[in-house]
């Protein structure tokens, strides 16, 4: 935005007096073309577009929360290791990080966002506080909210409820933001134990038992698997428990830029599709 400087009286006056001995000068030209708005001067402001680009590449953890008082509303932090979630993608909202997972679809406007009734899975909740923070979740994310975002180093996104309550969240890229590249489906079996391998930078190094599965675009599992192998790399989001064998929805990422004694793929879990406890665990 354009801004003008008022000279202080006492400037204006030795130069007005000095213009009286000149002749007059032509006005400048006042047409339109030479003009420069003031709305071509400002920062171009952030689109609809760009808005929900920022939302669809990052991963959002609530990190303040707020009622119109300014009160801290406790009832949205219960679960200090793992903060509420949410995850933009095509038009849907998800939810994460409460006793169930909520999603619903949204639409945006210039300011504002506009969530439609959210469903969700129906599991029980053994913990009071948690059953209601699926309640704390509808109350505040469903309808219309003001919305701001800060692209900045750490992203924030803001909204704010017709109540006054405010819920702030940071940013954290997701892994396609991060990889640059559209990740390829793959599903892995990884059996119950590990077993040492050989890694030139980690003695005694334990590998991950794994093999490919493939299903069709029923759920149905087809084909036989090949061999079991090491997995030297790390899958991101799993953490393997002894004695658990697990089949594992990944999404493999290739990287553009590979690291010394790394895989050209960069591995990261989508979800768990089966689990199966092959012996009783202490």
Known sequence: MKKTLSLPLLVLLPLALAACGKPAEPAPDASPAAQTPAAEAAAPAATTADTEALLGGHHWRLVEASDAAGARIEALF???????????????????????????GYTLEEGRMSVGRLASTMMACADPKLAALDAAIGTRLEGTLALATDSGDTPR??????????LVFAGQPTAATR????????????????????????????????????????????????????????????????????????????????????SRY?????????????????
């Not at 200090?80 to 169930?100: I, S, T, W």
């Not at 996104?157 to 309550?165: C, F, H, K, Q, R």
């Open 78 to 104: 219960v679960r200090p290791d793992a903060p509420l979630q949410l995850d933009f993608a095509e038009g849907r909202l998800g939810v994460g990080n409460a006793c169930n997972r909520h999603s619903g």
């Open 157 to 166: 996104l803001t909204l704010t409820t017709a109540a006054g309550d405010r």
């Open 179 to 262: 990889y640059g590249t559209a990740p390829e489906r793959v599903f892995l079996d990884v059996a119950a134990d590990t077993r040492p391998c050989s890694h030139p930078l980690i003695p005694d190094k334990q590998c991950l038992q794994v093999r490919e599965v493939r299903y069709d675009d029923n759920g149905v599992r087809v084909g036989e698997p090949g061999a079991w192998e090491n997995f030297y790399e790390d899958i991101e989001g799993y953490a393997h428990e002894p004695g658990v064998r697990n089949v594992l929805r990944i999404d493999r990422y290739t990287r553009t830029q590979v690291p010394a004694d790394a």
């Open 266 to 282: 960069a591995y990261v879990l989508d979800m768990v599709v089966e689990s199966e406890v092959m012996r009783d665990l202490d």
